[in-house]
């Protein structure tokens, strides 16, 4: 039996299920009778989500002058808007790591979609966007598709992979040959299917092709880019992916100057330290 | 040109703008070095920023990573795997060029963070 995408898509329950509190929280936050004591009640149920909350608002993601201490204040800081994303976000990896294949190097994998995370959010800022931590989000679960697919697929994704870093081939050409569809599309598909707005799942099924996409054409520009930025920079442990070709349109559409890149860039360096230490090594430091 | 708060200006520095008091008056022109004095008499007249001319470490960040900067053999054996990745990469693309670049004076995001400097938790300070 042939493989499609909405096989794999109906397969990837076994990565697992958000737990009840993201959506009391997402339910909180969209309920106007909720006030933000009560929005803050409820995180406070899960001690390790506070935590992260905490050290979140006093990272250099928010640059405070003064500590913050309290739940209240993390999420005067942060906002209610934003707390959904950074709610997905811890799930995310805490819930669906335990599920990925065997031989996927896990912490690699989290570094590099980290640093597109910090990237896209940049980015974002650079462009003056609205709650920026929606971006995070977007370019934290940008890969998860590949992920899917090495789980699902085993052999035939490692083979792809190895053809892609001894040739130089696109992987997403390749899964579309062989495929018929590829990483960004079927990860675009998951994260719908997990109810995620569209400014989020969209770009993700575009980000191969941003310039086709009609509705979010500046979010699927920020994580083109922000794609780029993240595997130039070298999170991971070496044999990764090549750096895609760039798509100057999506470039265009940004609408940055150069000149501010090196300074962006250094911001990007920094605060993917923090979210490592915030998201990835709760327990240890980690080098 | 890069406008400075006064508490970023130190000795050595070179205006690229003329500095005048409220009323108009030159202080100090432009081109000059700026020295210990300056600084004093711009504080005095109630100056609170001014336009210096770049310096090589424009801004606190980078004098930060320059410590931390590839030395001459890490950046040779950093700029093959460098190569490899942007192997198919339009150099002469604007954004490809200045990520390159950045790439090659910085060590990998892999090689953990740098170390913090006494007196700074790591955070930005404004």
Same mark, same amino acid.
């Given at each position: 039996m042939s493989v499609t995408l909405e096989s794999l898509l109906a397969n990837s329950e076994r990565l697992g299920s958000f737990p009840a509190i993201v959506h009391r929280i997402n339910d909180a936050v969209e309920d106007p009778r909720f006030s933000l004591d009560e929005v803050g009640q409820i995180v406070q149920e899960d001690p390790v989500l506070s935590a992260r909350l905490l050290r979140i608002a006093n990272s250099s993601f928010y640059s405070q002058r003064f500590p913050i201490d309290t739940i209240a204040r993390a999420l005067?800081?942060?906002?209610?808007?934003?707390?959904?994303?950074?709610?997905?976000?811890?799930?995310?990896?805490?819930?669906?790591?335990?599920?990925?294949?065997?031989?996927?190097?896990?912490k690699s994998f989290w570094k590099h979609c980290i640093a597109c995370g910090v990237a896209c959010r940049a980015l974002a800022t650079a462009r003056r966007e609205a709650n920026v931590e929606r971006f995070y989000l977007m370019g934290l679960l940008h890969d998860l598709g590949k992920v899917l697919l090495f789980t699902e697929l085993g052999d035939q994704s490692a083979k792809m992979l190895k053809n892609h870093q001894q040739n130089g081939i696109p992987l997403y050409q390749m899964e579309r040959d062989q495929l018929g569809f590829d990483h960004a599309d079927l990860?675009?598909?998951? =994260? !719908?299917?997990?109810? %995620?707005?569209?400014?989020?799942?969209?770009?993700?099924?575009?980000?191969?092709?941003?310039?086709?996409?009609?509705?979010?054409? =500046? !979010?699927?520009?920020? %994580?083109?880019l922000a794609d780029i930025i993240s595997i130039g920079l070298r999170p991971g442990s070496g044999g990764q992916a090549l750096i895609p070709p760039l798509n100057n349109d999506a470039w265009q559409v940004l609408h940055l100057p150069t000149s501010i890149l090196p300074e962006l860039f250094n911001i990007i360096r920094l605060q993917y330290f923090d979210a490592v230490a915030i998201f990835l090594d709760d327990h240890a430091a980690d080098g | 040109m890069p406008v400075y708060r006064l508490s970023d200006i130190t000795p050595g520095m070179t205006l690229a703008q003329d500095v005048r008091?409220?009323?108009?008056?030159?202080?100090?022109?432009?081109?000059?070095?700026?020295?210990?004095?300056?600084?004093?008499?711009?504080?005095?007249?109630?100056?609170?920023e001014a336009d210096v001319l770049p310096q090589q470490s424009d801004s606190p960040l980078v004098a930060v990573e320059l410590d931390n900067a590839g030395t001459e053999s890490n950046l040779a054996s950093g700029s093959d795997e460098l190569k490899e990745l942007f192997r198919h990469c339009d150099h002469n693309h604007p954004f490809i060029k200045e990520l390159l670049q950045f790439a090659q004076l910085h060590e990998p995001?892999?090689?953990?963070?740098?170390?913090?400097?006494?007196?700074?938790?790591?955070?930005?300070?404004l």
């Open positions: 005067a800081v942060i906002g209610t808007k934003q707390l959904k994303e950074l709610v997905t976000a811890t799930y995310v990896m805490n819930t669906f790591s335990a599920q990925f294949h065997n031989d996927l190097d896990t990860g675009g598909r998951l =994260l !719908e299917r997990w109810k %995620l707005p569209m400014e989020i799942h969209q770009p993700v099924s575009y980000h191969h092709k941003p310039a086709e996409d009609a509705e979010c054409p =500046l !979010e699927s520009a920020i %994580l083109h | 008091d409220l009323s108009g008056r030159l202080l100090l022109a432009a081109d000059s070095e700026i020295t210990d004095k300056h600084l004093r008499i711009f504080r005095t007249w109630g100056i609170s995001l892999a090689n953990g963070a740098p170390p913090k400097s006494a007196g700074n938790d790591g955070k930005v300070s």
